[in-house]
């Protein structure tokens, strides 16, 4: 069965780049999500979309910001980014009321 | 406090034996429940969700829901070397998937040969 699909999987950047995250939701999920894990940490949720607009928005940094496109990927951009940006970012699509499943993940190292 | 608690472990059990993976949360409000498998450095897999009280069962899985204790549980029986991993409490305030999902920091579950 077709998953999630993240790309990048590995991106290094220096500090006050920019990045950008791209993921391909499971076909016909309507509700993407994104989540930052930093080492030994538990996934914090970001933000998510919903049939292309904002549903919900969680602890993500003004440097940052997201978009849902009419093929229903998503794109995470992140600016002058941070040595403590650097973490795995996931993301994870639903459809209705089913659960979310997760990518593997990008691994962003900012030197 | 956080919201969704667990036991970070490590919970060691000798291979085909039952483990039991326990989580608490403090939204009464809580609506959907879930537990996720996460190899290290790999991303979390869904392994059970649960949305009612009571017992839901999948194969050697067992979720286990008590809303009015706010616990929820996970049981894995006949336990393999290949079940070691962390293991993740998701809760969801909202119904079904619709809202974001706040983790636990996961607990080790490692399986003795």
Same mark, same amino acid.
């Given at each position: 069965?077709?998953?999630?699909?993240? /790309?990048?999987?590995?991106?290094?950047?220096?500090?006050?780049?920019?990045?950008?995250?791209?993921?391909?939701?499971?076909?016909?999920?309507?509700?993407?999500?994104?989540?930052?894990?930093?080492?030994?940490?538990?996934?914090?949720?970001?933000?998510?979309?919903?049939?292309?607009?904002?549903?919900?928005?969680? %602890?993500?940094?003004?440097?940052? %910001? $997201?978009?849902?496109? %009419?093929?229903?990927? /998503?794109?995470?951009?992140? %600016?002058?980014?941070?040595?403590?940006?650097? $973490?795995?970012?996931?993301?994870?699509?639903?459809?209705?009321?089913?659960?979310?499943?997760?990518?593997?993940?990008?691994?962003?190292?900012?030197? | 406090?956080?919201?969704?608690?667990?036991?970070?472990? @490590?919970?060691?059990? @000798?291979?085909?034996?039952?483990?039991?993976?326990?989580?608490?949360?403090?939204?009464?409000?809580?609506?959907?429940?879930?537990?996720?498998?996460?190899?290290?450095?790999?991303?979390?897999?869904?392994?059970?969700?649960?949305?009612?009280?009571?017992? +839901?069962?999948?194969?050697?899985?067992?979720?286990?829901?008590? +809303?009015?204790?706010?616990?929820?549980?996970?049981?894995?029986?006949?336990?393999?070397?290949?079940?070691?991993?962390?293991?993740?409490?998701?809760?969801?305030? +909202?119904?079904?998937?619709?809202?974001?999902?706040?983790?636990?920091?996961?607990?080790?579950?490692?399986?003795? @040969?």
């Amino acid at each position: 069965a077709a998953g999630v699909i993240q /790309s990048p999987r590995h991106l290094i950047k220096e500090k006050r780049e920019t990045a950008t995250l791209k993921c391909y939701p499971i076909p016909r999920h309507d509700t993407v999500y994104w989540y930052q894990q930093g080492p030994g940490q538990d996934p914090q949720f970001l933000i998510s979309f919903y049939e292309k607009m904002q549903s919900d928005k969680g %602890s993500i940094p003004d440097r940052f %910001s $997201a978009q849902q496109f %009419s093929d229903y990927h /998503s794109e995470l951009n992140m %600016s002058s980014l941070e040595l403590g940006d650097s $973490a795995l970012y996931f993301c994870a699509s639903s459809f209705g009321q089913g659960p979310q499943h997760f990518g593997d993940g990008t691994r962003l190292s900012i030197l | 406090q956080k919201e969704v608690e667990q036991n970070s472990g @490590p919970l060691s059990v @000798p291979e085909g034996a039952i483990a039991s993976l326990n989580c608490t949360y403090s939204d009464r409000g809580s609506q959907s429940f879930f537990w996720y498998r996460q190899y290290s450095g790999k991303s979390p897999e869904l392994i059970m969700f649960i949305y009612s009280n009571g017992d +839901k069962e999948d194969g050697r899985f067992t979720a286990q829901l008590n +809303k009015a204790s706010q616990y929820v549980s996970l049981l894995i029986r006949d336990s393999q070397p290949s079940d070691s991993a962390t293991y993740l409490c998701a809760v969801n305030r +909202k119904g079904g998937s619709q809202g974001n999902l706040i983790f636990g920091k996961g607990t080790k579950l490692s399986v003795k @040969p």
